[in-house]
Nanobody
Framework: QVQLVESGGGLVQAGGSLRLSCSAS????????MGWYRQALEKQRELVAS???????DYADSVKGRFSISRDNAKNTIYLQMNNLKPEDTAVYYC???????????????WGQGTQVTVSS
């Protein structure tokens, strides 16, 4: 079994900051790509940022310069620092992690439970 636990969402005013975290635990052999997605009301889920095991990062154009993704491989944890938040950042944020599990010895994608981020104007 593999579990992902997210934390850090909440309500913030425009211009404010939040930090999301997502920790993986369980039968983990290794973790490859880690990323954050978001889904606003009545919109499709979209990639916000991703980071490889080696630290290569990618960001959606809408968050470049405001959001920063990082990971702690020793703790199997991924972070998303969100600064200068805007009302259009309001969404449920999900972490997504590619994990090689020791149970099946296959790499598959796992999703966190989601955390609500609401930015008021």
């Amino acid at each position: 079994q593999v579990q992902l636990v997210e934390s850090g969402g909440g309500l913030v005013q425009a211009g404010g900051s939040l930090r999301l975290s997502c920790s993986a635990s369980g039968s983990i052999a290794s973790i490859n790509l880690m990323g954050w997605y978001r889904q606003a009301l009545e919109k499709q889920r979209e990639l916000v940022a991703s980071i490889t095991r080696g630290g290569l990062m990618d960001y959606a154009d809408s968050v470049k310069g405001r959001f920063s993704i990082s990971r702690d491989n020793a703790k199997n944890t991924i972070y998303l620092q969100m600064n200068n938040l805007k009302p259009e950042d309001t969404a449920v944020y999900y972490c997504n992690v590619e994990i090689l599990s020791t149970l099946a010895w296959q790499t598959r994608s796992y999703w966190g439970q989601g955390t609500q981020v609401t930015v008021s104007s």
